[in-house]
C-alpha cells in the first residue's frame, strides 16, 4: 500500500469552503479526489489549480444522496488502486424554511445529503481505512448544529446528527487506528453571505467576539490539523471556528 498515491477525499470539493480545503490539502502533500454534482467546469477549475502549483487532483461527479453510486465508486476508483488517507465530509445543502410550513421533501433531501450521504461516504472509508489501520477522517458540521437556527430545522438536525455520527465513529474506529472528528464553522465570508444587506451582516458580526466573519481558509487549516501528524491523539472531537460565538 505504501507505493499506492496517498489521497485525500474531499465531497463537494468544487466550490466554497471544499475547494479551498482541497487545495490546502493538495498543498499539504496528498493527491485529492474531489467529488461534485453539477457543474463540471468549476470542478475542472480546482483540478487545474492544484496541477499548476505541482499536486495531484481528480474529479468525480458523484451526488452524496446515492448510496449505491457511493459503494461502486469505492469499489471502481479507491480499492486496491490509493491509499485513502484522509476523508473530509463537506458536501451539504440547505432548503431554507420555517418548521411549520416546511415540505416534506425539503426535510428529506437535506437529511439525505448532509447526514445519510456523510455516513455512507464514512462507511465506505472505514472499510478501507480500517484494513490499512490508518486513517483521518473530517467532518464539517455547523455552529447550528450546536446551537439551533430558525428557519433551518432540517440543516440543523442533519449538522447535529453529524456531530452525534462523528463521536459515534470515533468510538468504533479507535482501535483501527482511525481518528474521527467533526469542524463546526461559524459564519464564514463566502459569496452567499457577499450578497446579504449590510445590516443583516452588522447582525451577525454583533454576536461574534472577534467582531469578523471566517474565511473558508481558516476552516480548511482546522482540516490540514486533524488531517495532519500532529492530530494523533485528538479523536471525537469537534473543533469549533466561529469567532467565539459559541463557546
Do not use: H
Amino acid at each position: 500500500m505504501s507505493d499506492l498515491p496517498k489521497v485525500a477525499l474531499v465531497t463537494g470539493g468544487s466550490r466554497g469552503i471544499g475547494r479551498v480545503v482541497a487545495e490546502r490539502l493538495a498543498a499539504d502533500g496528498f493527491a485529492v479526489y474531489l467529488t461534485y454534482v453539477s457543474r463540471p467546469e468549476e470542478a475542472e477549475k480546482v483540478v487545474g489549480a492544484i496541477e499548476a502549483k505541482g499536486g495531484q487532483a481528480k474529479a468525480f461527479q458523484l451526488d452524496s444522496g446515492d448510496r449505491e453510486a457511493i459503494a461502486a465508486f469505492f469499489k471502481d476508483e479507491i480499492k486496491g488502486k490509493v491509499s485513502l488517507e484522509v476523508l473530509v465530509n463537506n458536501a451539504g445543502i440547505t432548503r431554507d424554511g420555517l418548521m411549520m410550513r416546511m415540505k416534506d421533501e425539503d426535510w428529506d433531501k437535506v437529511i439525505e445529503i448532509n447526514l445519510t450521504g456523510c455516513f455512507a461516504f464514512l462507511k465506505e472509508s472505514s472499510k478501507i481505512m480500517g484494513k490499512q489501520r490508518r486513517g483521518r477522517i473530517v467532518n464539517i458540521t455547523s455552529i447550528v448544529g450546536q446551537m439551533g437556527n430558525a428557519g433551518q430545522a432540517n440543516y440543523c438536525a442533519a449538522k447535529a446528527g453529524l456531530i452525534g455520527l462523528t463521536k459515534s465513529a470515533a468510538r468504533e474506529l479507535a482501535g483501527r487506528g482511525i481518528t474521527v472528528n467533526a469542524v463546526a464553522p461559524g459564519f464564514i465570508e463566502t459569496d452567499m453571505t457577499a450578497e446579504l444587506p449590510e445590516k443583516v451582516v452588522e447582525s451577525m458580526l454583533a454576536q461574534i467576539p472577534l467582531k469578523s466573519l471566517g474565511q473558508s481558509e481558516d476552516i480548511a487549516a482546522a482540516v490540514a490539523f486533524l488531517a495532519g501528524p500532529g492530530a494523533g491523539y485528538i479523536t471525537g472531537q469537534v473543533l469549533g471556528v466561529n469567532g467565539g460565538m459559541y463557546m
